[in-house]
């Protein structure tokens, strides 16, 4: 039966880095995960075996190591770029890199009066995350974070639903809404290859690249006060509202897509003992981890293409 190659990329996965910059007594870490995928002419060696353009996925992993040393993190998106950027630009055969990272978060121990120098605590916020992709004119990057757990113990109701024969969920005026976020923003900036602004002396594009830490932070917080500040009628409404305050206050950004489980909070059956346990008075809930409702959707600027890919469970 004849067969033909189709979609194929390769890289090294999940490199783990921690980088430590020394400023005197006080260090400062990055703690990554960053996976590499690069495709290109790679035919030969499916159909053949030829390595002859193939660069090993071990130096791969080897870039990554190199490149923390020699030019540092800034941020999740610039170390991407840098390496986007090396692959397509340093290997003939390489037409496209995509680079995706993993940052967790760590907090300074303080141990009595002041911040510790050198001793960090793993925190339990969510995990920053970041994939650049590059194909030697332009750049898409995407930044998000996953497993940001929120909760609002009130302020959210469910009811008005459609009703048949197996429906026994009871309308709730008072519920726990919970849910543990995944996100997505997709950054208009693409590195100059839409509209190339160059100065006319130096060639040099003028199109600045973001702060992407500040636009990190500032997303993120946009995202928490939406949650915080919406009354919720259904967690597909509480969705759109952070996507919506998200796009409205950060104009670099065109697209942001959300996962959302929804976290169960179940108000507890407790007359079988003569209690009665009502929101209004303080209620005790059984937090059912499965199954969940799972509320997924994508928020765009009006007139922008939906790019981000609509399953962000491998993403
Ligand atoms: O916010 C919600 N959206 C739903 O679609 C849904 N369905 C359900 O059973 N509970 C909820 N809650």
Not at 115 to 127: L, M, N
Not at 141 to 146: E, F, N, T, Y
Not at 288 to 312: H, K, M, Q
Request: charged letters at 25%.
């Amino acid at each position: 039966m004849p067969t033909i190659l189709g979609q194929n990329q390769y890289g090294k996965a999940e490199n783990r880095l921690v980088k430590v910059v020394r400023d005197g007594d006080t260090h400062h870490i990055k703690d990554l995960s960053v996976s590499v995928a690069l495709s290109g002419d790679l035919d030969e060696v499916h159909y053949s075996g030829s390595n002859a353009h193939v660069l090993p996925t071990d130096t791969a992993k080897n870039t990554v190591y190199a490149f923390a040393k020699e030019h540092g993190i800034a941020s999740a998106e610039a170390f991407g770029l840098l390496l986007a950027r090396h692959f397509v630009e340093s290997t003939e055969p390489i037409q496209r890199a995509r680079i995706r990272v993993e940052e967790y978060a760590w907090e300074r121990i303080a141990p009595g009066a002041g911040e510790h120098a050198h001793s960090f605590v793993r925190t339990g916020r969510e995990t920053r995350l970041a994939q650049i992709t590059y194909d030697g004119e332009g750049f898409e990057v995407l930044s998000g974070l996953k497993d940001l757990t929120v909760m609002n113990t009130t302020a959210s109701e469910f009811w008005g639903y459609i009703k048949d024969r197996y429906t026994t969920l009871r309308e709730d005026y008072d519920r726990i809404l919970a849910t543990s976020v995944t996100s997505w923003w997709r950054h208009s900036w693409d590195g100059g290859a839409a509209q190339p602004e160059t100065e006319p002396e130096t060639g040099r594009e003028t199109e600045p690249e973001p702060d992407w830490d500040a636009c990190y932070a500032r997303t993120r917080e946009h995202l928490l006060r939406a949650f915080a500040d919406t009354y919720s009628l259904s967690l597909q409404q509480t969705l759109y509202q952070m996507g919506s305050r998200v796009l409205e206050s950060r104009a670099e950004l065109d697209e942001i897509r959300f996962s959302m489980p929804n976290k169960h909070h179940f108000q507890q059956d407790l007359s079988f003992c003569g209690i009665e346990n009502q929101a209004k008075d303080g209620a005790v809930y059984h937090a059912a981890d499965r199954p969940y409702g799972l509320i997924e959707a994508t928020v765009l600027r009006d007139g922008a293409r939906a790019r981000i890919p609509v399953d962000l469970t491998n993403l």
